[in-house]
């Protein structure tokens, strides 16, 4: 073989895995494991993976958990620094504990580089609060997709045959008209009973705790000293047991979103607080016996006025991935408008970040319910901007402390200890907590 063939072999063979790539797919061929709970969101990212794929040359492996199984394997893959998962799903109360361990890369790192695409990311239009729960210390660790709020869903032929013209705006007043709504056959009330925290039954008694004006601490973040037994919260706690304890089902106690959606969904409960993304499930065409009979409205407030729950879902950048510049790429299109939109209106994803998304016609004509008792999609904005941003507090002890709470809670639900005794173990357990994990001295 002379010199001049075997030079232009190997001229050949060097700009083979150059040529594998065009310009417009840079990352062509590479795979990227994705990890988080099973959400209309995360579900339509995985329908729509074809078209990412065809459009990039990047393929993603979806693993998809319920929302427990999906936190607990996130924490321990991410502190394993294995790398084994280049994208993962976070809940804004996670935000400390990630950002500060350093298990994601700031999406914000990609910013003003080849990587991003301001035109499709506009994260000028992703709302204000949802950037903020994704942010930490000055810093977009994630990317929000997923604004959650809880909203109050109630049976309005009920509500009329017992004489009463609008939902209540204070708990006094909710417990004033329990007695008139409650029947054995149907309870007035389900809210969600059981711990973990993160999904559990602080997300709906902390609504309480904040409507009633109680604070975690003596002052947030300068004294961590914590304050979940002073007498704002103990009401609080007393007025959720009241509820569950004399106005809810059987076995509410245990209940989890699940529950809680399907006796709304069902008729069997006459309200219900929950999540106002849950709305598609509620009204399932093909389930739910209330469809045409329910009104909304901003959950009920206490002397600090209503104080909705709130937090973000998003998706980020592992710092372990080997992949971050593809892994990048992949969460900017999913969270593009033209991709929130296409699964917002092919499954029950209501929940959406884009501002822009809640003014588009198309969307509205879908989840724009009104059966007569007022617009949904209003009770839903009126809730997120009534919704406190602290809602869970932003430290990486929140996780261990809402869980303990979480626990607190649902000692007194079951009878186990007053709510004031409860309260006050908790508020021991927790300084105790704080102490071993260097918050308190």
Known sequence: MSYRILALLLCTLLV????SQSDDKPYEGTSLNFLYLATAFTNGLKELEPEFEELTGISVEFELLDEEGSVRKTQLELASGAGNYDVVGIQSG?????AENGWVTPVETFWGTDVSDPEALEHDDLIASTMNAMAWDGVQQCLPF??????MYYQIDIFEAAGIESPPTTYDELLEIA???HTDEVPLIALRGNPPAAHGNIWHFNSFFHGEGAKFFVDFPNDLTPTVNSPEAIRALTNFVTLKNNYGPEGVAAYQYPDVTRAMQQGTVVMVMEGAPLAGRILDPEESKVSGN????VVPGGAAGPKPSFAAHGICVTADSAHQEAAYTFVEWALSFDTMKKISLALPQIAVTRDSLWEDPDFIAKYDYDFGAGSFLKA?????AAAPADYYPAFAGWPLMGDILGQAVQEAEIGARTPEDALNHANELITQMLEDEGYLP
């Open 16 to 19: 083979i895995p150059v040529m």
């Open 94 to 98: 996670n935000i400390p504990l990630y």
């Open 146 to 151: 997923f604004a959650a709020t809880i909203i």
């Open 179 to 181: 007695p008139l709504l």
């Open 294 to 297: 329910l009104g909304f409205a």
């Open 380 to 384: 839903f904005q009126d809730s997120l």
